[in-house]
């Protein structure tokens, strides 16, 4: 695997369920990025990871859950959505959290819709 | 605090007709800017980017962008267009060296190009 991955493509849950998404970059990256992006909705910047070590939080609700074991990887974990939720999630990986270009690298996404 | 706007949510152009997506941005010191493509229900892909140099940057598939300091501009271009350009794209900025932002990308709210054959 090349780039940053992310499964599953696709997933449907109800909101009563508990889900994650997982994102896994092979870069060799210290930082790790959750996005979420609404149909008709800008880009919206979830949580950063720098080092394992979350430095930003954007007042997303405690619904979403990230974790984030070591540089490589990076989990949503997902419990008693909203059909607001539907979206797509985008995980991205950058060299560093701050210097550098900023340039990131993006996954494929997961498209979520809660039912 | 740096921002991107992008003046057009949408742009609709016939088949090898030329095409300009504008972005203007605010950063209160020296930027580092991209543009990314994203096709449909897939991840952003970096298109080109500006780092420092020649204020003209070419990216892949027949795309270009000027960097314009003064204009706080960095407007995306292709002299003529595919079916195949048909896509959302996004004009990002990350602040220099100096400053909060420094390599801290801000996106832009994306501009929907319809290429109509």
């Known amino acids: 695997e090349t780039g940053v991955t992310q499964t599953p493509r696709h997933l449907v849950m109800g909101m009563t369920n508990k889900k994650s998404l997982k994102c896994e970059q092979h870069?060799?990256?210290?930082?790790m990025y959750w996005y979420k992006q609404s149909a008709k909705k800008p880009l919206e910047l979830m949580f950063v990871?720098?080092?394992?070590?979350?430095?930003e939080n954007n007042s997303v609700p405690s619904r979403f859950s990230p974790e984030c074991p070591n540089s490589s990887h990076l989990f949503l974990h997902l419990h008693t959505l909203q059909p607001e939720d539907s979206a797509l999630y985008l995980c991205?990986?950058?060299?560093?959290?701050?210097?550098?270009?900023?340039?990131?690298?993006f996954g494929p996404g997961t498209r979520l819709t809660v039912t | 605090a740096q921002s991107v706007t992008q003046l057009d949510s949408q742009v609709p152009v016939f088949e090898e007709a030329p095409v300009e997506l504008r972005c203007n941005y605010s950063?209160?010191?020296?930027?580092?800017l991209f543009w990314y493509v994203q096709y449909p229900n897939q991840g952003l892909q970096l298109l080109l980017k500006?780092?420092?140099?020649?204020?003209l940057v070419k990216g892949i598939n027949g795309f270009e962008a000027e960097f314009n300091k003064s204009q706080t501009s960095f407007h995306l271009r292709k002299p003529s267009v595919h079916i195949s350009d048909t896509a959302e794209y996004f004009c990002?900025?990350?602040?220099?060296?100096?400053?909060?932002?420094?390599?801290?990308?801000?996106f832009g709210q994306g501009t929907i190009l319809t290429v109509h054959p």
């Open positions: 950063s209160s010191v020296s930027v580092y």
């Open positions: 990002a900025v990350s602040g220099g060296a100096g400053g909060t932002s420094y390599g801290k990308l801000t």
């Open positions: 870069l060799g990256h210290n930082a």
């Open positions: 990871y720098s080092l394992e070590e979350r430095v």
């Open positions: 500006y780092l420092s140099g020649s204020t």
């Open positions: 991205a990986s950058s060299q560093d959290w701050a210097g550098g270009s900023g340039e990131q690298y």
